[in-house]
């Protein structure tokens, strides 16, 4: 017959073993903690519960920047479809939402907090246009939501441009508030200026931003009008791009810089048979006669030859892909990419949108865990610091254990640092380093480099030979400050993982 004591051991070996909190699991109890502990007061607590409900919600990112800089061209290329109007004059007063949603539908929000549904039946971009034209006093947001299987995994929000009236009307203030509702941002400007610089510094003076300045990535817009604007406008703007990744500076905000073409992409994403058609007319000419063509815009639209391609299909293609792409793209198609789906693809890699497309990927898509917990950690502090109470002490301490002692925050600074290239390690130490920072998933199995079915005991070989040779590296008297702080953190990765074993 069983004992109780031997009943209670029994129980606690069929119960399922309990794995630790995770940093977004803590960070969302310290969220309805907060929630509950302002419950006499509604406003906060309806804040809190909208930021809570959020989580069951696709990640949101802001696309922000320069007035002009090509936000919502981007947000077209990025959800695959045209959706945000775009224009040569500045046309995005209105901070908007652009959303998942089985219907698409509309919705204008007031600075007064009424919301109301604009009656559509499909999306129209000139209703958009229109209602974008309010003034940031009559109008505060508007919401809105399409079927586009480019929406599913990332709700976008674009804001007014940094130095537009609507921006300098409401105030930095008000536009650093929209983006700290964001899990991740996008910002973008043609060439970085002071002001980018000291707007994104400006947002990361907070503590949740310093301890986790994770959710950046800069981009260098209309990177096909850099330079001259000709063939080599990209690779100019490459530099740029280098140049800032290498700014000690950008570093401390921003892990990605990549140069983009918006416009190209869209276009590329949005190529049609007709246009290949008459891009292959154009690939017939010789090469001094196209050289020549493509000398200027005006030129390339208004020559009379090559007759087959009218004056309306050039001004089109010019629209759509802008100089430096029809350049490429005829290039493209005289060394033989003719097939629509071959040369799409071809031009998205000279837009540089799929390598935008994979940073947004590793580094929002892939830590939204992580990022969600920033978020979170952030509202907790905004309302803990603007709503001051007595009692509120224990919650604060909360909030700072969990931005002090969370080493997820350093394994994603590291991350970024590795990829970035601002920290390098050899071939073998880079793979290493990533595997056990988690860069192929979080699972043990996956950081240590072993099989789903590996066997505690070859788990356990993996964990103490990773912590053997990264305690080398960590002791190495060589390195500089940042490689010692970068082996220290692999190192307790690899200590956590064998804590976790010990637990398990
Ligand atoms: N050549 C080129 N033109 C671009 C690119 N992206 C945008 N444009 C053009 O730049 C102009 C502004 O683009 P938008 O996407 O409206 O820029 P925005 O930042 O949303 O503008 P606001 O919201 O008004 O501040 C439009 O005429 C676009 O066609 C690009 O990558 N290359
Ligand atoms: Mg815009």
Known sequence: MSTPETRQAETRQAEPRQAPASLLQQARSLLIRTMTFYRDDPRTAGWLRERLERLDHPL????????????????????????????????THVTTVYQYGPEPRITVHTP????????????????????????????????????????????????PGVSSSAVTETGR????????EADGVIYLTRYPHQTDLRFLESMHELRITRRAPINTILAISRAD????????????????????????RVRTFAQYVLPVAGLLGQGAAELTTDEVAALTELARLDSRQLEELLLSADRFANNTFPETVPTETRLRLL???????????????????????????????????????????????????ALRARSVLMAVDMVL????????????????????????????????????????????????AERLLGAHGNQRQSRLGCTSDASEATLADAASSALTHWRELAANPMHDRLHHEATRTVLRSCERLIARQVQS
């Open 385 to 432: 610091r603007a709503n001051p109470r007595s009692g509120a002490q224990q919650l604060n301490g909360e909030f700072e254990h969990l931005l002090s002692n969370s080493h997820e925050w350093d394994e994603l600074r590291l991350l970024s640092a590795l990829r970035s290239g601002q920290v390098r390690f050899d071939k073998q130490d880079r793979e290493s």
């Open 173 to 180: 203030s008000a536009l650093a508030q929209i983006l700290s």
């Open 225 to 248: 009008e850099a330079g001259s604007g000709g063939g080599d406008s990209v690779p100019a703007a490459d530099k740029t791009a280098r140049r800032y990744r290498d700014d000690p």
């Open 319 to 369: 629209e759509r892909l802008g100089r430096f792409g029809v350049e490429r793209a005829v290039g493209l198609v005289s060394e033989g990419t003719r097939e629509l789906k071959k040369l799409r693809s071809a031009l998205l890699d000279e837009s540089r949108l799929n390598e935008l497309h994979e940073a947004v990927y590793q580094q929002f898509v892939e830590r939204q865990e």
């Open 60 to 91: 949101r990112i802001a696309v922000t920047g320069r007035v002009k800089s090509g936000k919502s061209t981007l947000i077209n290329a990025l959800v695959g479809q045209q959706l945000a109007p775009s224009d040569a004059e500045e046309r």
């Open 112 to 159: 007064h907090g009424a919301t109301q549904n604009v009656p559509v039946t499909a999306l129209d971009i000139s209703t958009i246009r229109n209602l974008q034209r309010w003034r940031p006093d009559e109008v505060s947001r508007l919401v809105i939501e399409a079927p586009f299987p480019g929406l599913q995994a990332i709700t976008l929000l674009e804001t």
